[in-house]
């Protein structure tokens, strides 16, 4: 489980493609002394295990699958990448419960700087709407954000980014048309699972 709050910027410094998986290579000089084999990192909001660690960096497997429904296979050698470790159990909940379980890829619209923050907008799949609220929780590249605004008629969802999230993740580089990660407030599908099987007596 993660919380949504990014604790470094990475980089991709080697990808390793297959017919049916690819392994990611990932420079996080400020997180690499906390990271071990085995261990779960959210890369962009997707939960990926660390098979091997260096000196300044760790690389992961990411699944065909993985690759399918995330906007992981569109990276490059370069590209920065949103990197949080595990939540802590005794450690403060400052974001919300991001699973790094993705449930869909959003298509950016626009950035749009303003004085004291940044409109960023982007059209989600149709389907996912339904789980969306204003003033509720969003993972986007595995950060958590508060929904400002919501447009069903074009399925699009507005958040307004503050200088900090713009310094400390990769969002800041996102133009017309790149694709970001989304994952939806776990607690929204649950209730959707429970109304839909009903109440057994």
């Known amino acids: 489980m993660f919380t949504g709050l990014i604790a470094e910027l990475g980089k991709v410094v080697e990808i390793e493609r297959g017919s049916e998986s690819a392994i990611l290579t990932i420079q996080a000089p400020l997180l690499i002394s906390q990271i071990k084999v085995g261990d779960s990192i959210s890369v962009n909001g997707v939960c990926l295990t660390a098979t091997s660690v260096t000196e300044s960096s760790f690389s992961a497997d990411v699944m065909i699958q993985t690759l399918k429904i ?4 569109k990276l490059e050698i370069g590209s920065p990448v949103n990197l949080e470790l595990a939540a802590a159990i005794d450690a403060r909940m400052g974001g919300h419960i991001v699973q790094g379980h993705v449930d869909g890829v959003a298509t950016v619209v626009g950035l749009a700087p303003g004085e ?5 907008d982007i059209t989600i799949p149709k389907d996912l709407g339904k789980y969306i609220v204003n003033q509720g929780s969003i993972a986007l590249d595995g950060i958590s954000l508060t929904v400002g605004e919501i447009d069903d008629t074009n399925n699009q969802v507005t958040v307004w ?19 970001v990660n989304v994952e939806v407030d776990v607690l929204a599908k649950y209730v959707e699972r429970l109304i839909s099987k009903g109440v057994k007596k």
């Open 161 to 179: 980014l503050i200088p900090e999230t713009l310094e400390r993740t990769n969002l800041s580089t996102k133009k017309a048309g790149d694709l």
């Open 116 to 120: 004291k923050w940044a409109r960023f």
């Open 70 to 73: 995330t906007s992981l296979a």
